[in-house]
């Protein structure tokens, strides 16, 4: 298994390389698996019907929007955990504190130990495309298989930054600054 990339001669059209072609790493996506064709391979691998299958997927989607939306950080089997949360701006005084300071909601999604453990083992194939389409190269990977946190921990570690705790930060408001992984909102109980 290998993860395929491209890198294309590009013109930029803004920042310090304005006008100037760099290549540019993209990955190759085969195409879009849809959900009956994930089902039905579900399916023949667990020996159930594939009725049976689609019940339990749309129950299992049922739940972990329902739960996540209760404020829950879910796990997903076999891939990690998710969540939602906010991205926000601090304030300096608790007056200042409202729904206007929510800059944007996200989905923060937790990988396990075993997808982060598969992902460094897996290699990386580079193909090189001059301007005109043309392969000037390929790339084999060589680096150490090193995989980042993402979004959800840009520090490194195993805490996120910015009080992005499951349970909803560490502050009641959910804690973080603007560019920071503010807290998941606290569940109404």
Request: proline residues 4%.
């Amino acid at each position: 298994m290998a993860i395929n990339l491209k890198a294309r001669e590009t013109l930029q059209n803004v920042g310090d390389y304005k006008g100037k072609y760099r290549y540019v790493l993209g990955t190759e996506i085969y195409n879009r698996l849809s959900e009956q064709k994930v089902i039905q391979e579900a399916a023949l691998r667990s020996g159930m019907s594939r009725g049976v299958m689609q019940a339990a997927w749309d129950a299992a989607g049922d739940v972990i929007r329902a739960w996540a939306t209760e404020g829950h950080s879910v796990a997903i089997p076999g891939l990690g955990t998710m969540r939602l949360g906010v991205r926000a701006k601090s304030v300096p005084s608790v007056n200042d504190v409202a729904t206007g300071i929510i800059t944007s909601r996200r989905v923060i999604f937790t990988p396990s130990t075993e997808i982060k453990r598969e992902l460094a083992d897996t290699s990386i194939n580079i193909t090189c495309y001059d301007r005109s389409g043309k392969i000037v190269k390929k790339v084999t990977s060589s680096d150490s298989g090193n995989v980042e946190d993402g979004d959800n921990n840009p520090g490194g570690g195993n805490t996120p930054s910015g009080g992005d705790t499951p349970s909803g930060g560490d502050t009641p408001s959910g804690g973080g600054t603007e560019g920071e992984g503010s807290g998941a909102l606290e569940p109404n109980i």
